[in-house]
């Protein structure tokens, strides 16, 4: 007879407690291998895919789609015994034990006991017919739109290929959505906050129907007051809940410096001409990575951190280099492991890497924990420079501005140069002013003129 279990949403990264349903991978009636993917989350770090720990047919799903549940809830209950092989139980389906709720390697669990206050979700209750997605049925094909039947079967999916750099702005399971349906995402216009592409702009699309201005249905639109409100969760709300932590907790000084880097531009080109460095994207945040890192070890402070429960100041050996990286679903800041032990062509490499998993939302929970220090960018942004804060447990963070043909003095001349400016904020428990004064003008010096490397 069948045995069922139930398989709870589990804490993907340390600390986490809700996480709101992407997509489903399977539907009613399929029947699953043990670590297959069944559904996609997204939590306040990232999208994450979720295995399975067993093997058998999938009875119901207990969420839909746009849902944000809590660590710990029963998402989906499945029979591993279909075929009635295993030993009769004495009642069916029951609760599963302690041991067989306990999630994947590489999962934490919520800590037992641990309540929180019930959430109301937007959504209504599954089966009805006016929710926002179908009742989930056995005839849905996996991946497909929920209601849709199998006469109405998507076209064959449309490759997305960018268009004079335009990459259109969408969560990877809307852009998985509109290949199903064949639509092209560079034909739409995103009604969500930022231009973002929304799961029902594709729908709009694929039923031939023009998207509205403003969504009145789904964007907390009122016409009344010409006011739209948009639920603070996923990364915006971690983010912000970080940013406000270390404002008001670590004591912030900023610090700016403007620097002539035509040395470094000129050997950027070089060095993109040479064999060594042939298909390698070598950007100026490489350089100013490498400068980090370097500069680093004349002064640690800049690389440590303050326990306050444990009043210690820990310095770190080595350097989890972070990169604030803009992507369709917010600020990610993924990690550089021990990038101080990368050469300048790693460097590159990884930062290529990196940026283009986090623009792919497919950075890991794991790939944004651990950092020492951050750098931000917001030289691609066409701006000169800013205030950044620090990221909680780290001490420092340099932003790195824009690089600009400017007048400039050389040997009582004024030269056209490539000028750049630096801002670095420090953490003034652990930095006090002459080491971070130190160390912003070393990257300085070390981004003026690269020769400088060799006499670290």
């Excluded at 589990?10 to 670590?35: C, F, H, M, Q, Y």
């Excluded at 007051?225 to 709300?237: A, H, L, N, S, W």
């Amino acid at each position: 007879m069948p045995e069922y279990k139930q398989f709870p949403l589990s804490d993907t990264a340390e600390g986490l407690t809700e996480a709101d349903i992407l997509a489903w991978r399977v539907k009613p009636g399929d029947t699953v291998t043990v670590n297959q993917i069944v559904v996609e989350v997204e939590t306040a770090k990232a999208a994450v895919e979720l295995p399975i720990p067993w093997a058998g047919v999938v009875t119901e799903l207990h969420v839909e789609p746009g849902q944000t549940v809590e660590v710990g809830t029963t998402i989906l209950t499945m029979d591993v015994d279909p075929d009635g092989k295993a030993a009769p139980a004495e009642s069916a389906p029951a609760a599963p034990a302690e041991e067989e709720m306990k999630p994947l390697v590489g999962y934490g669990s919520k800590a037992a006991g641990t309540t929180r206050r019930a959430r109301k979700h937007p959504n209504v209750a599954l089966g009805a017919s006016d929710a926002p997605n179908a009742t989930l049925g056995a005839s849905h094909a996996p991946n497909a739109t929920l209601g849709r039947s199998p006469a109405q079967a998507a076209p064959a999916p449309v490759a997305e290929t960018p268009r004079g750099g335009y990459v259109p702005l969408a969560k990877p399971p809307v852009r998985k959505l509109a290949k199903d349906l064949g639509v092209d995402l560079h034909s739409l216009t995103g009604s969500a906050d930022g231009g973002v592409i929304t799961r029902e702009d594709v729908h709009r699309a694929a039923n031939g129907s023009a998207a509205p201005a403003v969504s009145t249905v789904d964007s907390g639109y009122d016409p009344a007051t010409r006011e739209r409100r948009v639920p603070i969760k996923g990364v915006r709300k971690a983010t912000a809940a970080a940013m406000v932590q270390s404002a008001y907790t670590a004591p912030h000084v900023t610090e700016f410096l403007t620097i002539d880097v035509t040395p470094m531009m000129e050997l950027r080109e070089k060095l993109k001409k040479s064999r060594e460095f042939s298909g390698v994207k070598l950007t100026p945040l490489a350089f100013a990575a490498k400068a980090v890192c370097l500069a680093a070890t004349r002064t640690p402070d800049v690389n440590a951190v303050w326990d306050e429960a444990a009043q210690e100041i820990v310095y770190k050996d080595y350097v989890h280099l972070g990169i604030a990286a803009a992507t369709p679903r917010g600020l990610v800041v993924p990690k550089i492991r021990d990038a101080d032990s990368l050469s300048l062509k790693e460097l590159a490499v990884a930062l290529t890497e990196l940026t283009d998993v986090a623009r792919e939302g497919k950075t890991t929970p794991a790939a944004m924990l651990g950092g020492t220090f951050t750098i931000t960018n917001v030289g691609v942004f066409g701006v000169d420079t800013g205030t950044p804060i620090i990221n909680p447990g780290e001490s420092a963070i340099l932003a790195v501005g824009a690089i600009r043909d400017t007048p400039w003095v050389v040997d009582g001349e004024i030269k056209v140069r490539k000028v750049m400016q630096l801002s670095l904020s420090f953490d003034h428990r652990v930095v006090d002013g002459q080491q971070g004064s130190e160390f912003l003008a070393d990257v300085g010096a070390l981004l003026a003129d690269p020769a400088v490397a060799i006499t670290y």
